[in-house]
């Protein structure tokens, strides 16, 4: 396996990887066709990562979204393993939005580490509070977070850190392999595929299928990335649509269009339900049980 062109050239700067041993891991793919690096445990150093992001004295931000039950159910937990794993020697400003500001827990902060609510309208169906999220992002990008944060990274509240969580994860744009579709051939992957949806990808499109979980990159990226996904979920709802997948669709399509400048390996957002995988080696953030029942009822 060859050495990911992208990891070598002077770019790294924005690329925090350290330098790449893509063949630490010959089993698994570690480049994309277009030159990203994929990260798997072992093919990054995350001493020189670290090293990079505090000599620029880079703030990350971490935004999440906490919406009527997902509150009390996921979002202490989520942020105590992330004061133990997320950038850990960074700065880091948490970003939760949430329609309850009162209710969000006071978890102990380390220093140089904040947290600021953010006000979001409660929306009736799951679905919804998902696919605000975009819209709320877009707004949160071109204000305070935006001005205060380098990096961001955006992710889901039911799941928990596991593992480090560091720079090595940082780039332009960053997307997150899906856990359970990773293996999968292309054609099967689950795109939307009805033409009249902005999000849809034809039958020979598509490289891999990303999980809408944990993505990021710089503000600018991600204005970009929040405007074209609320845009298209705004002509989606006009004309009576709705992806399958819905804010996840859209953010496949724009990645088909925008390739990422780097991949994430399931390692970092998995599954347990999966079982154990050879390669999968060390879990940086781990799924809660869909408990749908109880949440979505
Ligand atoms: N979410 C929320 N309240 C809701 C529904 C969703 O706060 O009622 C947020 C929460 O951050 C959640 C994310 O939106 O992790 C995506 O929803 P969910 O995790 O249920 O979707 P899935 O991972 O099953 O696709
Ligand atoms: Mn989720």
Redesign the pocket.
């Known amino acids: 396996m060859g050495v990911c062109p992208l990891a070598r050239m002077p770019l790294l700067r924005d690329n925090f990887t350290g330098p790449l041993h893509p063949w630490a891991r010959p089993e698994v793919l570690t480049c994309t066709s277009w030159g990203a690096p994929i990260i798997w445990d072992g093919t990054f150093d995350p001493d020189v990562a670290q090293q990079e992001a505090v000599q620029q004295n880079l703030t990350v931000g971490l935004t999440?979204?906490?919406?009527?039950?997902?509150l009390e159910k996921y979002l202490a937990r989520f942020l105590e393993t992330a004061e133990q794993h997320f950038m850990v020697g960074l700065r880091v400003v948490y970003y939760v939005f949430t329609e309850r500001p009162a209710a969000v827990p006071r978890v102990p902060l380390g220093p140089g580490r904040w947290l600021r609510v953010e006000r979001v309208a409660r929306e009736r169906r799951?679905q919804d509070?998902?696919m605000a999220?975009m819209r709320a992002l877009h707004a949160a990008l071109g204000g305070r977070l935006g001005r205060e944060a380098r990096f961001v990274l955006c992710m889901?509240?039911?799941q928990h850190f596991s593992g480090a969580f560091g720079p090595e994860a940082l780039a332009e744009s960053v997307a997150q392999l899906h856990a359970w579709h990773y293996r999968w051939p292309r054609r099967l992957l689950p795109f939307e595929r009805d033409a009249r949806s902005a999000a849809a990808l034809g039958p020979a499109e598509g490289d891999f299928y990303y999980h809408a979980?944990v993505f990021g990159g710089s503000v600018a990226a991600l204005r970009r990335l929040t405007a074209h996904c609320a845009r298209g979920l705004r002509r989606d709802r006009a004309r009576g649509l709705e992806a399958r997948w819905h804010d996840?669709s859209h953010l496949n399509k724009f990645f088909w269009i925008y390739k990422p400048a780097k991949l994430l390996s399931p390692e970092f957002c998995w599954s347990p339900d999966i079982g154990r995988r050879a390669e999968i080696r060390r879990p940086r953030l781990l799924w809660a049980p869909?408990e749908y029942a109880l949440?979505?009822g």
């Not at 999440?64 to 997902?70: D, I, K, L, N, T």
């Open positions: 999440v979204f906490a919406v009527g039950r997902y799951w509070v998902s999220r889901d509240v039911d979980a996840e869909k949440l979505r």
